[in-house]
């Protein structure tokens, strides 16, 4: 079965850390692009960074409000995706999704399997 | 990066059409993508590349676009497909967005 699993959520307090991990099994992990997605409580979706495959450049690109302050790293060997979470916001406050690039959907940028989520809530 | 824009709400009866829009200045280059979000769950992809739709997903799902719109089209609403809708794109620099998301009711 093809999964997608996130862990690491929690309460931080402003300013704090935190690393998310996202592990996935059922699929070749190394092969895909992988990105997180995140929704603030009765919100919308917001793309937060994406990492490509070691094959394609293994680069990362991030979204405004998260650069220089988030970093996403991935573990081929541990089929495990990462977000390190640093100087966080009480604005950073979301569910965070891990998800896949174009795996199903080949020369696409289809989010195409998604995790379920895992809730951040930075507050003093 | 650029803007996509969705009507927040859309409301329709069951049997009926339901047409979601999504505006942005630069879907005439770059592909849309629409995701179906029921509350409490992830979202889930049904169309991709402006009209095709992935396997599993009902034929009463269907995408269009023209010019700097792209259109989610729901077929003979049924109540399971009460839910928020999101369109996505992105840019060639890398950079992917969603639009703000519509809330469709079935009346």
């Known amino acids: 079965e093809v999964q997608l699993v996130e862990s690491g959520g929690g309460l931080v307090k402003p300013g704090g850390s935190l690393r998310l991990s996202c592990a996935a099994s059922g699929f070749t992990f190394s092969n895909a692009w992988m990105s997180w997605v995140r929704q603030a409580p009765g919100k919308g979706l917001e793309w937060v960074g994406r990492i490509k495959s070691k094959t394609d450049g293994g680069t990362t690109d991030y979204a405004a409000p998260v650069k220089g302050r988030f970093t996403i790293s991935r573990d081929d060997s541990k089929n495990t995706l990462y977000l390190q979470m640093n100087s966080l916001k009480t604005e950073d406050t979301a569910v965070y999704y891990c998800?896949?690039?174009?795996?199903?959907?080949?020369?696409?940028?289809?989010?195409?399997?998604w995790g379920q989520g895992t809730m951040v809530t930075v507050s003093s | 990066s650029y803007e996509l824009t969705q009507p927040p709400s859309v409301s329709v009866s069951p049997g009926q059409t339901a047409r979601i829009t999504c505006s942005g200045d630069a879907l005439p280059k770059q592909y849309a993508y629409w995701y179906q979000q029921k509350p409490g769950q992830a979202p889930v992809l049904v169309i991709y590349?402006?009209?095709e739709r992935p396997s599993g997903i009902p034929e009463r799902f269907s995408g269009s676009s023209s010019g700097t719109t792209v259109t989610l089209t729901i077929s003979g609403v049924q109540a399971e497909d009460e839910a928020d809708y999101y369109c996505?794109?992105?840019?060639?620099?890398?950079?992917?967005?969603f639009g703000g998301g519509t809330k469709l009711t079935v009346l």
């Open positions: 996505q794109s992105a840019d060639s620099s890398g950079t992917y967005m």
């Open positions: 998800t896949t690039i174009s795996y199903y959907y080949d020369s696409s940028d289809a989010f195409d399997i």
């Open positions: 590349k402006d009209s």
